[in-house]
């Protein structure tokens, strides 16, 4: 049949079992949205109040379902306000297919209204982009871009369509195949002989430890790792990305490791005699000084993407696949050689661990006066029972909620790890709230954080979306600021915010309920009638202006060099 090229957008993303689109429209994007307009019964469109956070809507949306976010967005601004979208999913493998309108092809490279290269501009922030100069390419060119967007390690993909192709007809021929593109054939199992040798290095092992990273979300490889840390008693140290894969109740989860992890992990990282890592990518926030990490252990590095393999960290043993095939592999084999039954006594390593929790790094003290941010974290997780899917910004109340609220499930912690996003919360919590509407969604967020994108408390009322947000309001820059009284003799540069919004207020002027506290006594109960209320609610948290987040690696240190905190 015949169809246009916005009408082929439409079709492919049906046929993908694409339901929800985020976007903004413009000039060049016309013939798309007056396509989506028409379809709108079967394809529902998120009108975003800017570019960013419609991308990193589609990220959020992308990770508590485990399915590809689509974003559309016309050209010039509109692609270049992507660009923090596309490099936050970029560094946490997220998977979007970002639709990108351009000018018609006759005038590209002529400096026409509304035109940039979208295509070189993100070609350093996208696993691949495209740019469709013929109508005959649009359907497969598509079809390719959700397939290398959630096969092997995951990304962002962006098509760039000029809009006479998206008003051109051409032929169309639905297809449900599966995409093979020669250049691109990801590895899924693990070798064999690898696999088998990893399992008899942990069996002789006498100080194992999991380190396991967003990887392990990313493929829904969270059984298996729970099956092999119960089978064979092994701890377990999460990466910031990796949050949820085991209940931190589990008693083998040992919290997250590195700059802000806990004492635990970090001490033992420090002294095991084999490192498992599996999908986490070895990141300077986790290692710290790279010459002191893990320095008595063997290492064990399974992942699908053999260009992490040994990039920061020289390994022993690489397993190259996707880890849930792998762990797959493992368990089955552990099952089949019994090797529980022949595996070393890890009584004494556990004893150890033991004794390292009793330092309760975690440990502070909440007065009578003052709010301290970790005591808002505490309560929320204790309403929640830990089951929120929980969304944050960047900065201290990022690290104190990865610490004190316990995650039980996998696909409940939305966070920029890599890139580091502010703003990034808000649209985020947007894009989970829209997948899971049934669900309790918070975002956590800072007074710095929030206004980056706090525009999209526009569309949070536009959908009548009941998003829970939580400010941590200390009137700084926190994370900059503790930065600055720990390594730069207490010199605030440009980071006390002196001016900040009435949140209570400028929640009301949207349609939202707002409320605020500063007393101790009060927080649960804000907390209760902000979670009871049926719509989108913004609590305000005067917390204590200068709490800082420990423990502390400091930057270029070794795990072991930890600041414990003034009660330590």
């Not at 509109?78 to 351009?102: E, F, H, K, R, W």
């Not at 040994?310 to 397993?319: E, G």
């Not at 309790?440 to 999209?456: A, C, R």
């Not at 820059?477 to 390594?487: I, S, T």
Request: aromatic share 8%; charged share 20%; hydrophobic share 40%.
């Amino acid at each position: 049949m015949q169809l246009t090229g916005a009408e082929i957008v439409v079709q492919c993303l049906l046929e993908q079992n694409v339901r929800t689109v985020f976007g903004y429209p413009g000039g060049a994007a016309l013939y798309i949205y007056d396509e989506l307009y028409r379809a709108e019964k079967r394809l529902t469109h998120i009108l975003s109040r800017h570019e960013q956070g419609a991308v990193h809507a589609a990220d959020g949306y992308a990770r508590v379902t485990g399915e590809v976010g689509v974003a559309i967005v016309t050209s010039g601004p509109g692609a270049t306000n992507t660009v923090t979208g596309l490099a936050t999913a970029y560094m946490d493998s997220i998977p979007i297919v970002c639709i990108s309108a351009q000018v018609p092809v006759g005038l590209i490279g002529n400096d026409a209204f509304q035109e940039v290269d979208t295509v070189g501009i993100t070609r350093s922030c996208t696993k691949h982009n495209y740019l469709v100069r013929d109508v005959r390419d649009l359907a497969r060119v598509i079809r390719e871009a959700f397939y290398i967007a959630k096969t092997g390690r995951p990304g962002p993909v962006l098509v760039d369509i000029p809009k006479d192709v998206t008003n051109t007809l051409c032929e169309y021929t639905p297809s449900n195949a599966s995409v093979t593109i020669r250049s691109y054939r990801p590895t899924i199992k693990g070798h064999i002989r690898q696999v088998r040798r990893a399992v008899e290095m942990m069996q002789v092992a006498r100080r194992p430890l999991l380190y396991t990273g967003g990887g392990v979300i990313l493929a829904n490889a969270w059984k298996g790792l729970q099956q092999l840390s119960k089978s064979l008693n092994l701890p377990v140290t999460h990466t910031l990305m990796g949050l949820g894969a085991v209940p931190s109740t589990d008693k083998r989860f040992i919290g997250m490791l590195g700059m802000h992890g806990t004492y635990e992990a970090n001490m033992a990282v420090s002294h095991c005699d084999l490192l498992v890592a599996i999908g986490a990518r070895f990141d300077d926030r986790v290692t710290g000084k790279i010459a002191a990490f893990a320095p008595q252990a063997k290492i064990i590095h399974m992942d699908v993407d053999p260009t992490s393999i040994s990039k920061n960290v020289r390994v022993d043993l690489p397993i190259v696949g996707d880890v849930r095939a792998i762990l797959e592999q493992i368990n089955a084999l552990i099952q089949e050689e019994n090797i529980p039954s022949k595996q070393v006594d890890i009584l004494e390593w556990w004893e150890q661990i033991g004794e390292w929790r009793k330092k309760e790094c975690l440990r502070f003290t909440q007065g009578e006066q003052i709010i301290e941010p970790q005591t808002v974290i505490e309560t929320l997780c204790r309403l929640t029972n830990g089951q929120a899917i929980v969304a944050t910004d960047v900065g201290q109340h990022q690290m104190w909620t990865a610490q004190f609220y316990k995650f039980q499930r996998a696909r409940h912690w939305l966070t920029s790890g890599g890139l580091g996003t502010m703003g990034y919360g808000l649209p985020a919590a947007i894009g989970a709230q829209v997948a899971k509407p049934d669900q309790q969604v918070i975002l956590v967020t800072g007074d710095g954080s929030i206004q980056m994108n706090i525009q999209e408390l526009g569309t949070c009322l536009q959908y009548q979306l009941p998003l829970k947000i939580v400010i941590l309001n200390n009137g700084f820059l926190g994370m900059v600021r503790q930065w600055q009284e720990f390594f730069y003799e207490g010199r605030y540069a440009q980071t006390d915010i002196a001016v900040s919004p009435d949140f209570v207020k400028l929640a009301e002027a949207y349609g939202a309920l707002g409320l605020r506290t500063e007393r101790p006594d009060e927080v649960e109960a804000i907390l209760r009638q902000g979670l009871a209320h049926p719509g989108t609610v913004v609590m305000d948290f005067r917390v204590r202006r200068e709490s800082n987040v420990y423990p502390m690696v400091p930057a270029g240190k070794a795990l072991n060099e930890m600041i414990l905190g003034e009660i330590l």
